[in-house]
């Protein structure tokens, strides 16, 4: 059961260090459609909306990483405690 856990937890670890890497990707790719564009200019008026997307796109990999952090977490707490339990409730039974 343990390898089990362990495998899970590995997966939800990568999955959030995945969601991460995306959001950071999308932070990029809105400075890079701006970049060398003057303030003022129509083409920044029609690459607005893209850059809005891409920030939106950035906020929702972060908040699906953070998910999938805190699952990781879980389940390295039940790694770490579910054998201190198992001993305890050995013990109360014997």
Do not use: H, W
């Amino acid at each position: 059961m343990n390898n089990r856990f362990s495998m899970l937890a590995a997966i939800f670890g990568g999955g959030a260090y995945a969601c991460q890497a995306m959001a950071g990707l999308f932070r990029f790719l809105a400075a890079l459609t701006l970049r060398g564009v003057p303030r003022l200019d129509f083409f920044r008026v029609v690459l607005q909306p893209l850059v809005d997307r891409f920030a939106e796109l950035r906020d929702q990999a972060q908040s699906t990483g953070l998910v999938f952090l805190l699952v990781y977490c879980v389940l390295i707490a039940l790694l770490a405690i579910r054998p201190a339990l198992l001993k305890a409730s050995l013990r109360v039974t014997a």
